[in-house]
């Protein structure tokens, strides 16, 4: 079984940058393609960013490009979303998910495991 847990969320103006941290345990981070999603009040849960294990793919939507960046650390079986220029509409519950699989997608079904999830609310 795998966990992973988020942190970093919070309030914070428009404008300004929130970092999250997924830290991952139990079974082998290895191989793993890893996820962020985000789900607004009454929305569905929508992709953001996803990387491959050896961080040579790396998708994003479109709504985050130039504003958000993915990375991991595989030493310390940790991924991380680092949010420049924070918008209200950024506003939702950020989840991270894991893939046994070596390929990113924006598909929620195709990812294994899933954090509990961090508020970010950005005000206006």
């Known amino acids: 079984q795998v966990q992973l847990v988020e942190s970093g969320g919070g309030l914070v103006q428009a404008g300004g940058s929130l970092r999250l941290s997924c830290a991952v345990s139990g079974r082998t981070f290895s191989g793993y393609t890893m996820a962020w999603f985000r789900q607004a009040p009454g929305k569905e849960r929508e992709f953001v960013e996803a990387?491959?294990?050896?961080?040579?793919?790396?998708y994003y939507t479109d709504s985050v490009k130039g504003r958000f960046t993915i990375s991991r650390d595989n030493a310390k079986n940790m991924v991380y979303l680092q949010m420049n220029s924070l918008r209200p509409e950024d506003t939702a519950v950020y989840y991270c998910?894991?893939?046994?699989?070596?390929?990113?997608?924006?598909?929620?079904?195709?990812?294994?495991?899933w954090g509990q999830g961090t508020q970010v609310t950005v005000s206006s």
């Open positions: 998910a894991a893939s046994t699989r070596d390929s990113p997608s924006t598909n929620v079904g195709w990812y294994d495991y």
């Open positions: 990387i491959s294990w050896s961080a040579g793919m790396i």
